[in-house]
């Protein structure tokens, strides 16, 4: 069992800055693949960016490749996600969520979820 609580959310403008934090409670952060998912309201819950037990294989979907960039601190228990060049289509909530063992692109081959976190981009 894990417990990740999101981060870092806010308003910003097109064009800007934020970085997601993701702090992880409980045992063996650094044994799971940490993720990043965003809903927007009316959309299904649609995959960001993930990175394996070890830091490695990070992994981003298209419209976010080349502006946003996860990586993690298992000393920490903290996954970021920091994202620059904002565009009001990153507006949604963003979801921290954890794989264990294993690395996957899809809501449902993950165990646990935060609460989000509101990420707001105005034109």
């Known amino acids: 069992q894990v417990q990740l609580v999101e981060s870092g959310g806010g308003l910003v403008q097109a064009g800007g800055s934020l970085r997601l934090s993701c702090a992880a409670s409980?045992?063996?952060?650094?044994?799971?693949?940490m993720g990043w998912f965003r809903q927007a309201p009316g959309k299904e819950r649609e995959f960001v960016a993930r990175?394996?037990?070890?830091?490695?294989?990070?992994y981003y979907v298209d419209s976010v490749k080349g502006r946003f960039a996860i990586s993690r601190e298992n000393s920490e228990n903290t996954v970021y996600l920091q994202m620059n060049t904002l565009k009001p289509e990153d507006t949604a909530v963003y979801y921290c969520?954890?794989?264990?063992?294993?690395?996957?692109?899809?809501?449902?081959?993950?165990?646990?979820w935060g609460q989000g976190t509101q990420v707001t981009v105005s034109s």
């Open positions: 969520a954890a794989q264990y063992k294993t690395t996957g692109s899809r809501v449902g081959e993950y165990d646990y």
């Open positions: 409980g045992r063996s952060f650094s044994s799971y693949t």
């Open positions: 990175i394996s037990w070890n830091g490695g294989s990070p």
